[in-house]
């Protein structure tokens, strides 16, 4: 996942310097942050769901921020991200390409009142401010699969999610409550076990045991002279 944004601690001079830190929900404790010039490139694993912030010691938070998934995200995957944010903010205009959202163009994304509904959408349109405890929460998943060794994106198209905070303020982001972790319920198809109709038990099943067997004595070793 790159995050990537132009301005706050997003901005170019403020590269290498570490503004964006990640963990996993239901990992809270490992935090990563990397150094990077061109983006802030992190490996995330599908199924998931990843809490993002900025850090306030370098400057204020972006105003705009980038989600660019590389490598690995097709259909059928998903993983949720939850975004850090100044809680007097109030509106948000959201671009995407897949679906595609894009306020000019009359499409917008569904907000939703409460993580439950967030994570039972699976039009990845769903959206969902919780401006109690700071978090925007979104999920990203592609319509298309792989087809060729080296591919960057599933079906040559790059997801993108662009956030754009339209009001609030440039307070530090302060966001303590700890983010419910997301889990995949339906990764791998339910198959029910078949009926055995066979012995519940092996007696009676393979080659038969010979009873009475006793194998031959161990005879000392001879050296003939």
Known sequence: MVVRGSSGVLKNKYKGKTPVFISRDDHPEDVYTQKGDVGHK?????YKSYTVWFNSELGPPPRDVQFRPRYGLEKNETIRIAVCLPKSTNTFSIYSKYPELHPKRQLFPV?????NDLDKDTSMKAFYW?????YLYFKMSSPYSFSRPGQQCAGDLC????IKR???????AVCDTPVTPWYFKDRYPRVKNRRCRYPSTPEGLGAPIETGFSPPAVEDDTCDV
């Open 159 to 162: 997801l993108e999610v662009n």
């Open 42 to 46: 992190f490996n995330l694993r599908l």
């Open 130 to 134: 919780d401006k109690t405890n700071g």
């Open 166 to 172: 339209e009001d609030g303020g440039d307070e530090p």
């Open 111 to 115: 907000w939703v009142n409460n993580l």
